[in-house]
């Protein structure tokens, strides 16, 4: 019999130190996707959207309309969104990187964007080309379109604990690129360990900074990588603060950028293994999640590198 | 330029809310190997007992004297500790499964053993072919001669959270096993998630139930499997409970007992990760023990399941 028959995890009765319901913001199809080599036809996508939201997920975050030259994997964003069956209850969020992609959100009836910003300038200038202050002078009609057009925005706001280039980044950096972001009229941050190099002790910090800073907690959602297996424990420091929102990926999807390495976006499942454990409600059944991820793992041609997926299909 | 260099992970100050000091109690040539199917030479073994010594680790679990039929891997025990270059400051448990084991133990000048138990009656038979009652009139012998000789007795207590056969283990159960074993003499619990289906919330009721049960927290250890990733958050939660001993296996040796799922123990680097970034001191060098894994891999002939390894490795 399997671990799952025999009624594990044990779910605990929510003890009131943790958020009664967790949103999982599932990045899957876009975050996890653009990072995958094998090309996914736009049926499967949709099968993969599909799965999903019937799986629970509530908030599906469906491609982005950055430039096909940039991220290929996504050129069909216009025909998915066209043949996408919305769901009720269902948000299909869509990343968008300046005006341009904003017309092209805007014309196949999105209700949701995100931007994707830095916390650093070395960042800055390596994504966009441009340092801080271009950033937003590149967002900040973006978001205000986008508002004015009764859309949510969510902010991206990416290397918020370490960046490749200049290590660790100052706290302040952080809540100041996200402040702006707010001010600009973003909806709702999502703070992101871009490199995977937070420990609970710097998310603790980061959200206390925030929170100082007098943004709800409730604006905040974080985004953890596992590259050194900290994504968890991560989360459960976040939740600890009272974050009600966690990214995550669906089979963590996208977490090959090189080859067998697991090191990518936190896993869907694995999330959903801890807040059944901790008694946070999220709406997602597990087993239907897990099924899905096996399916795309077959249509991508390699395992998962969920431990929960893995574990499951042993 | 690597993350190393970039002083990730940034340490913080130590707050306070966690233990100022954890030992690290380094299980990789014990429990890591006797699940490695690649037959590793003594040669290879006594260098991996020294690299894990100049490490910085000051617990490292050596070997067992378990009946060579059932773990062929660790049946150069004898030869293995004979050549042995202790350290001053260095322990080198032994695992004993029984008399006899001990008898050989003591012949080769051991001076810390460990017994293995099980919190369950069903693994109790399939592990040592015998129910917890006789699991206790074969060990209480063992941990009593072993303390008259004037040693330290580590008491495993396995599937403390969920068992494959009976499935959620009950609290009480688990905790009247341990005080079992702490009665008959071993100076330390070793608390296992033998198939890593513990959350955080479950490590926390079960360090609770046994302080109330008046065990200090100073005896007790925690033992976490990565099966379903959740050994780094319930490490942190078992932290925040005051535990100041915690298992790990260099580079997450033992996790691979099917194929390439990463299913095993926690990795010791995953773990120097975490404490680095709390500010936990742990005494351990961590590029040299990624070093260690790293060469530990080549002898092996695969990769290391630990996040930090490959990430460092890339």
């Not at 509530?58 to 982005?64: D, G, I, L, Y």
Request: glycine share 10%; proline share 4%.
């Amino acid at each position: 019999m399997g671990v799952r028959e025999l009624g594990l995890p044990e779910r605990f009765p929510h003890d009131g130190s943790l958020p009664e319901r967790v949103t999982i913001w599932e990045v899957g199809p876009r975050d996890g996707l653009q990072n995958e080599r094998t090309t996914v036809p736009v049926d499967v996508k949709l099968e993969f959207l599909d799965r999903l939201a019937d799986a629970g997920l509530t908030t599906v975050e469906a491609t982005s309309f950055v430039h096909p030259k940039w991220v290929p994997q996504l050129a069909d964003a216009e025909e998915l969104l066209a043949r996408l069956r919305r769901r009720d209850g269902v948000r299909y969020p869509v990343l968008v990187p300046n005006e341009r992609g904003l017309d092209r959100a805007l014309a196949a009836g999105v209700t949701h964007v995100a931007v994707f910003a830095s916390a650093t300038e070395s960042f800055a200038r390596r994504n966009l080309n441009s340092g801080l202050d271009a950033q937003f002078a590149m967002f900040e009609p973006v978001i205000a379109r986008a508002r004015e057009a009764g859309l949510d925005v969510r902010g991206y706001v990416s290397m918020c604990f370490g960046d490749p280039w200049e290590g660790i980044v100052p706290t302040e950096q952080v809540v100041t690129v996200g402040r702006r972001l707010l001010d600009a009229g973003c909806t709702q941050l999502s703070l992101g360990d871009t490199i995977g190099v937070a420990t609970a002790a710097a998310v603790e910090r980061l959200l206390d900074a925030f929170i100082e800073g007098g943004v709800a907690i409730a604006d905040l959602a974080v985004h953890f990588h596992d590259t050194y297996g900290q994504a968890l424990a991560n989360t459960l420091a976040a939740l600890r603060k009272g974050v009600t929102t966690v990214d995550a990926s669906a089979g963590g999807l996208g977490g090959c950028p090189y080859a067998e390495s697991a090191t990518g976006n936190l896993a869907t499942e694995d999330l959903v293994w801890l807040l059944d454990g901790l008694g946070v409600e999220h709406g997602v059944d597990l087993d239907a999640l897990v099924e899905t991820s096996r399916w795309m793992s077959r249509q991508l041609g390699r395992s998962s590198p969920s431990r929960v997926v893995r574990a499951l299909s042993g």
